[in-house]
């Protein structure tokens, strides 16, 4: 299994978060989906399958098209509560063949004893220990399972921070950068840019930079 690398970000990483040095106490598998096909995933040349692996595969591609399906569902009850008439706007997107779909997978480890916290602090290691760090979506929509375990927590708009109690019967659903549209009394907020140029500007900050303010118009 390769590492997560700058230029595929797909693979197993851990504590590095990105490429502009932030770092988290998580690790993680990032997973590519293909964003119409439901048949089994690709064995890489010269890899016998397995058993394990072929009830692997078959169990991801099942679990990946359930969730797709409700996804698709959320997304057109979305666009008909915004109003629009094509309520398959968003879901043409997530189906179509260059979809940038992908499934994460991420592990919290135990936090390390106050004591060793401290002992970073004093020798230059910074503040609290965070799992993956204040950060923004920047698809359509992220769909989180959050098993039995606690954790996420959102800002307000006056920047407090909340906790959200786990859930292992629910999804929660984040509204990404991709689907601010507009700003007060209807006008556009941003600029037309495309999602490469979005990508490009997101690579070159970190986590918690608005990465949409490159693109908001002045208008």
């Given amino acids: 299994m390769s590492a997560a690398t700058p230029g595929s970000p797909f693979g197993y990483a851990s504590k590095r978060i990105g490429n502009n040095g932030d770092l988290g106490w998580v690790e993680y598998l990032l997973l590519g989906v293909s964003a119409a096909t439901s048949g089994p995933l690709s064995v890489p040349e010269g890899v016998v399958p397995s058993a394990s692996l072929c009830s692997f595969r078959d169990l991801l591609n099942e679990y990946t098209v359930a969730v797709r399906r409700m996804t698709c569902q959320a997304l057109e009850l979305m ?4 109003g629009m008439d094509d309520r398959d706007a968003f879901t043409r997107l997530v189906l179509h063949k260059e979809s940038d779909s992908m ?12 004591k060793l916290l401290q002992q970073q602090q004093q020798h230059g290691g910074g503040g609290r220990v965070t799992g993956f760090g204040e950060h923004t ?5 992220s769909v989180l399972r959050s098993n039995a375990t606690s ?20 999804f929660f659903v984040n509204v990404g950068d991709a689907l601010q549209l507009v ?19 997101a690579y070159r900050t970190k986590l918690a930079a608005n990465r949409l303010c490159h693109f908001e118009t002045t208008s």
């Fill in 103 to 114: 499934l994460r997978v991420n592990h919290y480890p135990p936090r390390p004893e106050l």
């Fill in 79 to 82: 666009a008909e509560g915004l």
């Fill in 151 to 170: 954790g996420l927590e959102i800002a307000l708009r006056d920047g407090a921070w909340v906790s959200v109690p786990p859930d292992q019967t629910s």
């Fill in 183 to 201: 700003g007060e009394g209807g006008r556009s907020r941003y600029r037309e840019f495309t999602w490469r140029e979005y990508k490009a500007s």
């Fill in 137 to 141: 979506d920047p698809q359509i929509i």
